[in-house]
């Protein structure tokens, strides 16, 4: 019996494969590199996963990739004021690494040279067949930075890594090490102006005893479709605060991937996604427990106005040798909208028995009791109501403890919450 | 300053009827009280005075400063002058205490059309009002009214209703929760802002806030409406014959 089940492929999946077959030849890469991006275009052939696939259940990428624009190497993308003032800007304009300010004692090099001399070509390998955000990065991903913190070393100015897109394709690809016991704040913006398709892949290892703060803030305009991942290694004793912030887009995937592998880490996701118009959100985090009396927890808070939709996946894996393993997770959802919605889903699989997880999630409208109580002293209603929204949202941004980072977080609530509130 | 006249109010969300037929006048420079046994409609009064939506006025009518304030949603009759201190006091996490006061002031002022007060002058307002209420600014810091004792949300309700400098005070069962000295903290607050173009109306369920705070006129509500009014001294035949005999008398 000889049965096809050949699926007529959508507009977006064979634009996607004629932009590699025009752009391949012009990619940087060793032949490991080729053979690898040659892989990953054999996963795309499969098609773009759609809600059977369990990863892809609340987000139909099949269906939600409407178009896929083609590349535009005319167009021209500008640097950003940095987050925190004072930061070593590195940024990426349009997919092509820009003048970058390199911080002292931290070595530098761009991802474009990396995949050249094949000495990253590692990096580009999707996990599974449905990692789709690492295939199509891995297919096309040209440059970007890959960063050396080495042991020891304490950043006072922290590093912000700009991925800016002015339309058409933009794939881009980050790789940072910290050292054995560095210390510092890594800010990756993921922004830009044009109705782009944009995938940006970034690598984070965080060495023994080291203290890292990164914070993702995506703000991509409403027509462009975002596909983030991360992926971080946690070393021993080591610390790592993920702060991830969504407040934009048309169709956004960010997948956080984290592998907790030293005895004795700690980690902590702080996410914050502030959802308008008609953007289809999804924060899909994947972490696993695997060194023993590793700590983690993980706190989401999303807004949802309009017709915006959004979803949060947490799955922790703790394994057989991970004991002691202490996880919380929650995720918190004020909906101001009833065209609106979002939807949670934890999962735990434990594999330890010594352990201790937990999880909760909750959506909520604004409390009548609350705005009453803050009308009743004079503030108007439309105050009011953003008071008490930035509120929800601003108890998690507090918790990074940096004065300048909340300062310069809550800034940006203000600016959404003055365009959205 | 004050007149309700025939009001009649019930729950929005299931009709029941809780005032029915409210009539009272409240002059300037005037301390009312408002006593009455549970259920008598206290609370709800001082809410339908401050416009919350859950109840609808179905009759009658409420002048300030003879206007009627019906139409008027809570934000606008704040602004106006009225300032209900809760009984309940809402606890409201992530707003700072501090960035609250600020932002309340600051609305009324420029509701008022006066002009907006600078971070300095609204701090230095801020100590002296905490200070004579004997309230720690280290508190002023934290979320709105999270983890406050009973007793500190009732400061804290006395705090903003001097920063807030209204014309209508209305106190509903300000005396609830708090011990004697915590009580003679807040009574002095009240009369602190006794003043000729003030009005003020203490509700209460006991005499005993009324010895610190001496109100001018009394007036004892029973199932939903004013079933008698008098000087000082009524509040004290209640203390001692109890809400029964008098409650004869108006059947």
Sequence with gaps: ?421 | MLEIKNLHARIAEDGTEILRGVDLTVKAGEVAAIMGPNGSGKSTLSYVLAGREDYEVTEGDILFNGESILEMDPAERAAAGLFLAFQYPMEIPGVATMEFLKVAMNAQRKARGQEELKIPELMKRVRGAAEALDMDMGMLKRPLNVGFSGGEKKRAEILQMKLLEPALCVLDETDSGLDIDALKIVADGVNALRSPDRAIVVITHYQRLLDYIVPDSVHVLYKGRVVRSGEKELAQELEKNGYAGLVGEAA
């Design chain 1, 1 to 421: 019996m000889n049965i096809q089940t050949q699926i007529r492929r959508t507009a977006a999946e064979d634009a996607l494969l004629q932009a590699f077959a025009d752009r391949s030849e012009y990619l940087p890469g060793d032949t490991e590199v080729a053979e690898r991006r040659s892989a990953a275009v054999e996963l795309l052939k499969r098609g773009l996963p759609n809600r059977k696939v369990e990863a892809w259940h609340y987000t139909d990428l099949r269906r939600l990739l409407s178009s896929v624009p083609a590349f535009d190497l005319t167009a021209h993308a500008v640097p950003r004021e940095p987050l925190l003032a004072g930061s070593a800007v590195l940024p990426v304009l349009n997919g092509v690494v820009g003048e970058a300010e390199v911080p002292e004692g931290v070595s530098v090099a761009s991802m474009a040279g990396k995949l050249t001399d094949g000495s990253l070509a590692s990096l580009l390998a999707p996990v599974d067949a449905d990692d789709t955000v690492s295939a199509i990065n891995s297919a096309f991903a040209a440059d970007g930075f890959a960063i050396d913190i080495p042991a020891g070393a304490v950043l006072e100015r922290p590093i912000e890594l700009q991925n800016v897109q002015a339309g058409g394709q933009v794939h881009t690809r980050f790789a940072v090490r910290a050292g054995e016991g560095a210390k510092a704040t890594i800010v990756e913006r993921q922004t830009g102006e044009g109705d782009a398709l944009v995938s940006s892949v970034s690598h984070l290892d965080v060495g023994d005893g080291a203290e890292i703060l990164y914070l993702i803030i995506q703000e991509q305009p409403e027509g462009a479709s975002h596909l983030g991942q991360i992926n971080v290694r946690i070393g021993k004793d080591a610390k790592l605060t993920l702060f991830v912030m969504n407040a934009g887009g048309k169709l956004v995937r960010q997948e956080l991937r984290l592998v907790a592998e030293g005895e004795g880490s700690e980690f902590r996701l702080r996410g914050v996604n502030l959802l308008s118009g008609e953007t289809h959100c999804d924060v899909t985090m994947v972490l696993d427990h695997v060194g023993p009396a590793t700590v983690s927890t993980e706190t989401i808070r999303n807004v949802v106005t309009d017709k915006a939709e959004g979803a949060f996946q947490g799955q922790i894996r703790v394994a057989r040798q991970a004991q002691k393993t202490d996880a919380k997770m929650a995720c918190n959802t004020l909906l101001l909208s009833d065209e609106g919605g979002f939807s949670s889903k934890p999962e735990l699989e434990i594999f330890a028995d010594d352990v201790a997880c937990g999880h909760g999630a909750t959506v909520t409208e604004i409390e009548a009791d609350h705005l009453f109580y803050l009308m009743a002293r004079g503030i108007d209603e439309k105050t009011a109501r953003g008071l008490l929204v930035k509120a929800f949202v601003a108890e998690v941004i507090e918790e990074l403890e940096n004065e300048l980072v909340i300062e310069a977080l809550e800034a940006k609530l203000d600016a959404w919450f003055a365009e959205h509130g």
